[in-house]
Every structure is written in structure tokens, then in C-alpha cells.
């Protein structure tokens, strides 16, 4: 079979803070993983073995079959999986505990003659899996919260902000992401938490490069606006240093210490 272009719909998910829990955890919680994906999948209508896999290591790439309702990858299918991980979590330890970033896109791929897939797409796709928002948005979120979603614009707009049953575009949040190359808007959303997520602030490493930094404070700002702190330094010879930040310092001397 030719190498051909096909439009399909791409998931991904890796598992949060895998690092350093040592092989046996690891497998311990792949296979967990892709048990709970498998039938979190079949209850949404859509075949395991008809997909094409990927493993990542420490999560899967699933191209879905052709002609898959690509809302159904939202729902039945995030919710399906969130509570398969939370049923693990509540008997397991911290090495086997699972979270799970979750990314979703679509595109035109090249399905090669075994099985591989490649394409712009799939760039998106890894774009999105490794965003720092969906990756603070997990971290901020209860414990409860086994899934952070991250979803391409054009994800959302075909699926999500319709307002399919069992998707509710209020629950989803715009960020913009800066991964590497890739440059664009996506959605992000707490399978199981109530309103949009948090999403991170700026931090200073993406801050405009004409951004100046705060101007320090003026050398004679009122005291009312900065409280004097005091410090208490004892002498080598005899007494108390008694001195507060603005400079100001008392010397007690004491006989017979």
C-alpha cells in the first residue's frame, strides 16, 4: 500500500511526573494507563485495535480510525478515563498514582504502508502535550483531578464550542501557546472540575523583550510605606546591638555580663 494523506483525528497522553519513580512503577503505571485508555475508547464507540498506536515511553499517540466523531474523543472518552484513574488512585501509593496530560488535534497525516504516521499534525499535537499551562493547570488542581485536556483551536471549533451533549464549552479555557515553533491559541479543560481551569500568568521568561523591569524604590519612601523591621545583634564585647533597616541604632551596654 502507497503512502497516502488522510484527515484524521490525533490524541495524546502522557503521564504526569513520571521521572524517577524507577522501572517497575513505570510499567506498573503504563500498563494501568493503557488499560483505562483501551476501554475508556471502547466506551466511546471506538475501536482499540482499528487505531493506530504509538508508544511514547511514558504515554501513547492514538490515531483514530477514519470517520471517528471527533467529539466523541472528548466525551464519552475524557470523562470515561478520569474515573478509571481516580478508581487506581484511591488504592494506590505515590509511585503508581497517575495524572495524566491529555492533547487533542486533527489534520491531514501520511499513513505510511506499516502503519506509521507522520505529518505537521503530529508537531501540533506534541506542541500541545508538552504545554506549560496544561502542565500547571494539573499541578494547580486538586488531587481529584486526574486529567488536564488541551485541545488545538481547530479542535475546538468543530467540536467544542457547539456545545455537543456532554460538552460544555463554558468548562474550557483560551491560552495562548509559544511551544518551540509553534505559535498559536488552544483550549484547555479539568475533566471533572467545576468552571474554566486556571491557567498560568506570563512568567518572565515570556515576557515582552520591551518590558522593563519595576523601577526599585525610591531611597526616601515615607516609612508608612515601609514598615522598619528591627534586628537584634549581640556584641562581642559587652551589651545589645538593637539597629532597624533604615539605619537607625541603639547600643545598650550592660556591666557585669
Not at 471506538?46 to 504509538?54: E, H, V
Not at 537584634?232 to 537607625?248: D, I, K, L, P
Request: charge should be negative.
Amino acid at each position: 500500500m502507497e503512502p497516502r494523506l488522510e484527515h484524521r483525528a490525533l490524541l495524546a497522553v502522557d503521564i504526569a511526573h513520571s521521572a524517577a519513580r524507577g522501572n517497575v512503577a513505570l510499567h506498573r503505571i503504563r500498563d494501568v494507563l493503557r488499560e483505562s485508555l483501551r476501554e475508556a475508547l471502547e466506551e466511546s464507540g471506538i475501536d482499540w485495535d482499528a487505531c493506530l498506536r504509538d508508544d511514547l515511553g511514558d504515554g501513547f499517540r492514538i490515531t483514530a480510525p477514519p470517520g471517528v466523531r471527533k467529539r466523541r474523543l472528548i466525551h464519552p472518552l475524557l470523562p470515561e478515563l478520569a474515573v478509571r484513574l481516580r478508581a487506581h488512585n484511591r488504592m494506590a501509593g505515590p509511585l503508581t498514582s497517575i495524572r495524566v496530560r491529555v492533547a487533542l488535534h486533527a489534520g491531514d497525516v501520511c499513513l505510511g504502508r506499516d502503519g506509521q504516521v507522520t505529518g505537521r499534525p503530529l508537531e501540533v499535537l506534541a506542541r500541545l502535550l508538552d504545554a506549560r499551562q496544561a502542565r500547571a493547570a494539573l499541578d494547580a488542581a486538586p488531587d481529584t483531578v486526574t486529567a488536564s485536556l488541551l485541545i488545538s483551536q481547530h479542535f475546538y471549533d468543530e467540536t467544542v464550542r457547539h456545545g455537543y451533549p456532554g460538552i460544555e464549552p463554558e468548562t474550557f479555557g483560551k491560552v495562548t501557546l509559544a511551544e518551540k515553533e509553534h505559535a498559536a491559541d488552544a483550549w484547555l479543560h479539568l475533566p471533572g472540575y467545576t468552571g474554566p481551569p486556571h491557567t498560568p500568568e506570563p512568567d518572565a521568561t515570556t515576557a515582552p523583550a520591551d518590558e522593563s523591569p519595576a523601577a526599585p524604590a525610591p531611597a526616601d519612601e515615607a516609612p508608612a510605606a515601609r514598615a522598619p523591621g528591627k534586628m537584634v545583634n549581640r556584641a562581642s564585647g559587652n551589651g545589645v546591638v538593637y539597629a532597624t533597616q533604615h539605619g537607625t541604632q541603639n547600643i545598650h551596654l550592660t556591666r557585669g555580663q
